[in-house]
Nanobody, 115 residues
Framework: QVQPVESGGGLVQPGGSLRLSCRCS????????MGWYRQAPGKQRELVAN???????NSADSVKGRFTISRDNAKNTVYLQMDSLKPEDTAIYYC?????????WGQGTQVTVSS
């Protein structure tokens, strides 16, 4: 079983930066797509960005040019570098890993952008 564990959330001022990490533990041969989702209060969970094993990425229009997703396959870890943060980026950020066709979710990390 795969267990993603997120870290790196917190409180930051508008225009600031944060870097999220998600490391997957467990008996893992290889993880497929890894991604970040977020859910703000009263809203549905939405895709922020994802990346496959070859490094091909996909991201939401709202974060293009500000957020960068990357991964380290040897460490089963995915990262999300968030720059130029805005108050509307405030949400719980969840990591998802796909392994043998199954989705595994982390417990989430809170990101708050406020002055």
């Amino acid at each position: 079983q795969v267990q993603p564990v997120e870290s790196g959330g917190g409180l930051v001022q508008p225009g600031g930066s944060l870097r999220l990490s998600c490391r997957c533990s467990g008996l893992i041969y290889s993880i497929g797509v890894m991604g970040w989702y977020r859910q703000a209060p009263g809203k549905q969970r939405e895709l922020v960005a994802n990346i496959d094993r070859q490094g091909i990425t996909n991201s939401a229009d709202s974060v293009k040019g500000r957020f960068t997703i990357s991964r380290d396959n040897a460490k089963n870890t995915v990262y999300l570098q968030m720059d130029s943060l805005k108050p509307e980026d405030t949400a719980i950020y969840y990591c998802k890993a796909v392994h043998w066709g199954l989705d595994y979710w982390g417990q989430g990390t809170q990101v708050t952008v406020s002055s």
